[in-house]
């Protein structure tokens, strides 16, 4: 450079910095937002539809020892329904025998006399029998009633064939008549769904010598899998319906174990990154319809942005795509810089901060919970992955704070949360004693190996121990048990888990399952649930 370049250049520079001190910075990842969302489109996966026809007509039945009190039974062919007036089958109930995602149709036809009037019926789907023989109103739920699966809708002419038009996820089908004329007669045939899914591989097959539960629980997890695999890793295809970060990360370590699907990981990842706030800091979920857009407002999770860089570094371990990880390598950074703004002098995470500032610190669904220890956990946990991240795409000089940070809140939780007279770790004013911050110690690797198996073996005779509410926490927890050498105590507490929900009929793993609640439900109703849901894979 010339003098007078150097001249130019420096006052260009001085004027930028200028403009910088002036103008607040608004979008962080303003130049790359476009290019992500187009990534995200481009890797949108073709859905695969398939046909299916109910198989038989069934009765849901009282029984005080089946899964919520009910049971399907009997076995009826559907030409009992399809060959006679519809009028005397009102509340006949269809059972397709698998959990299904898709578009149902249906015909109408005349058996006798004019059409004078409109039908009106009420379609009710479930994916346990319990939610075909529960009133839904009056509704107390937390969440939206409109979730619940019933639709009535009025057929002015017939003959008819008709296609509802929301998407539904279930396997039985209630179909009750409100309403119809006197002077003509008709009946439901055809019944059939468009079923969808992404996945249109099999996993590979387990060892002939697995036992007939385990291949049932793999089964299960895999129906569960395909089911959320749409077009972005659904959380649940009954409810919400949308890509949330907590469960993407679960998903896609199942996905990469089985289908191998790896494009819809990476439009997850890119979706997410594309969407996210304009301070650079992941939203927990993002919807993809109409257009793609986060849930904005109070969705903000602290854990999950967290575990979005755990997702982003399995999926290069998986792939080897380099070219996709350097070029999210930016959001994942920006991750990394939002434990140490909560801070405390004594190197653990300010979590009453952290919740009066209105972020939501999840860990589990709860009421009981206290998160200290688990935040704590996960944002160590997290940190040393991103870590690692970074070494894999030679990025470590832009993180160079993560040793010491990681180093410090380690050395935090071990004197603050863990009782060395007991062996178990303990969380908040009250000392709390629960299978989540004992899992997320040692996911953590805050725990030895050796304290890891005394806290675990300390914990089943412990009293007053929070429980997990969902399989989620209960990942994490086996995860735990099989870091501390315990592979023998998770296989078996895997078998017994999932194992008991196939016992109590799952065709696909629920949202929330307390072996000794059926009816828990962290929306207050337990109809609301998700019965096929990612998490539980
Ligand atoms: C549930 C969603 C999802 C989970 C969030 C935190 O409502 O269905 O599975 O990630 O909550």
Redesign the pocket.
Request: net charge negative; no cysteine; charged share 20%.
């Given at each position: 450079m010339n003098l007078k370049k150097i001249l130019l250049f420096s006052i260009l520079s001085g004027m930028t910095q200028v403009l910088i001190a002036q103008e607040p910075a608004k979008d962080v990842f303003l130049l790359q937002r476009k290019d992500w969302l187009q990534k995200a489109e481009a890797s949108k996966p073709k859905l695969f539809e398939t046909v299916k026809k109910p198989v038989s007509i069934v009765k849901i039945v009282k029984d005080e020892n089946s899964f919520q009190g009910w049971r399907a039974e009997g076995n009826q062919p559907l030409s009992g329904l399809y060959d006679s007036s519809f009028k005397k089958q009102s509340g006949v109930v269809v059972d397709f025998k698998e959990h299904l995602t898709g578009y149902f149709t249906f015909t109408i036809k005349s058996i006798h006399g004019t059409p004078d009037a409109p039908l009106r019926f009420r379609f009710t789907f479930g994916e346990v029998p319990s939610e075909l023989a529960t009133p839904f109103d009056p509704y107390n739920g937390a969440?939206s009633r409109a979730w619940l699966q019933d639709e009535i809708i009025t057929v002015m002419d017939v003959p008819a064939r008709i296609t509802l038009p929301r998407r539904f996820a279930f396997r039985y089908l209630k179909i009750d008549l409100l309403g119809s004329s006197q002077y003509f007669d008709f009946a439901i045939t055809d019944m059939e769904l468009k079923a969808t899914t992404s996945v249109d591989v099999k996993a590979a097959p387990l060892a002939r010598s697995t036992s007939s539960l385990i291949s049932d629980i793999d089964r299960v997890g895999l129906t569960t899998l395909k089911e959320c695999m749409q077009t972005v890793y659904e959380?649940?295809p009954k409810?919400?319906r949308r890509l949330?970060?907590?469960?993407l990360y679960l998903e896609a370590l199942a996905n990469t174990q089985s289908f191998k699907k790896h494009d819809l990981t990476k439009r997850c990842l890119y979706l997410l990154a594309g969407l996210s706030r304009e301070d650079g800091f992941l939203h927990?979920?993002v919807f993809e319809n109409p257009e793609p857009h986060p849930q904005a407002g109070a969705s903000f999770?602290f854990d999950?942005s967290l575990l979005y860089n755990v997702a982003l570094k399995d999926y290069l371990d998986a792939t080897g795509d380099r070219a996709t990880a350097l070029d999210l390598w930016p959001v994942a950074k920006k991750q990394t810089e939002n434990p140490s703004k909560y801070l405390k002098a004594d190197g653990m995470f300010d979590y009453q901060q952290a919740i009066k500032d209105n972020w939501?610190l999840?860990v589990d669904?709860s009421e009981a919970l206290d998160r200290e220890a688990s935040i704590q956990g996960i944002i160590i946990y997290s940190l040393k992955q991103s870590y690692q991240l970074a070494k894999s795409l030679g990025k470590e000089n832009e993180v160079k704070n993560l040793p010491a940070l990681i180093t410090r809140m380690t050395a935090a939780a071990r004197e603050n949360l863990y009782n060395k007279r007991t062996g178990l770790f303990e969380s908040g004013p009250d000392k709390q004693v629960s299978y989540a911050s004992q899992a997320w110690m040692i996911v953590s690797e805050v725990a030895s190996k050796e304290e890891a198996e005394r806290a675990l073996k300390a914990l089943s005779a412990a009293k007053d121990v929070v429980k997990p509410g969902t399989p989620?926490l209960y990942h994490y927890f086996i995860e735990a048990m099989i870091k501390s050498g315990m592979t023998k105590e998770a296989k078996d507490f895997m078998i017994s888990y999932w194992g008991g929900m196939v016992k109590k009929g799952a065709d696909t793993f629920w949202?929330a399952y307390d072996p000794s609640n059926d009816y828990l439900s962290?929306?207050n109703y337990f109809p609301i649930n998700?019965y096929c849901?990612?998490?539980s894979c």
């Open positions: 969440l959380d649940g409810r919400d949330w970060i907590g469960d927990s979920n999770l999950y939501w999840f669904w989620y949202e962290p929306y998700s849901h990612a998490w």
